[in-house]
């Protein structure tokens, strides 16, 4: 038996997860985009901006998620593994198949919903990178829902707990973590 236990904690691009996890202590907190653009940076001998992972082949950045995870991860406690299920590519919503979560070992799914307007105000306000613009009609109807049936998915697939969290009703999502 594995001694450590792998969270998919995932929601939409700016939802804010990150910024959720950052203060927390008593587990490792890896962004899957930054074991992708430090995997593709070792590879490359470049940084890579932000955006481009965006823009990139889907199938290229998992395979660089996967190689990032193995060397950088600890081999026991817990991981928190914060990223998406569903990636806003020029060509349209991408599903991440469920593979890329059990061959990463994950162990328990946590999805984030909010208010879309929330979600929206914070993707126009972030200046840090750039993301198509999305109606607050696009990101509920499409973008939010299918986040949270991939996620579904793949938890299905691989027989592990899926919880979805409602950050209108919690701020901290620490205690749904480690249950």
Do not use: W
């Not at 927390?24 to 890579?48: C, M, N, W, Y």
């Not at 793949?154 to 480690?178: C, G, K, Q, T, Y």
């Amino acid at each position: 038996m594995s001694r450590r236990k792998v969270v998919a904690l995932a929601g939409l691009s700016g939802i804010d997860t990150s910024r959720r996890c950052a203060p927390k202590t008593g587990f490792e907190h890896l962004r899957a985009s930054d074991l992708i653009k430090s995997e593709r940076q070792e590879r490359q001998g470049k940084p890579v901006a932000h955006d481009l992972l965006r823009e990139g082949n889907i199938d290229d950045n998992q395979a660089l998620l996967l190689s990032g995870f193995m060397r950088h991860a600890p081999k026991e406690g817990l991981i928190v593994l914060d990223g998406h299920t569903i990636i806003d590519t020029p060509d349209g919503l991408a599903e991440i198949s469920p593979s890329i979560f059990s061959a990463i070992g994950v162990t328990r799914f946590v999805v984030l919903v909010d208010d879309v307007e929330k979600i929206a105000l914070r993707r126009l306000s972030d200046t840090r990178r750039t993301r198509p613009f999305r109606s607050s009609e696009e990101l509920v109807a499409e973008h939010q829902e299918r986040s949270v049936l991939a996620a579904y998915r793949a938890a299905l697939a691989l027989r592990v707990p899926l919880l979805i969290v409602s950050l209108n009703e919690h701020s901290d999502i620490a205690m749904f973590l480690d249950q």
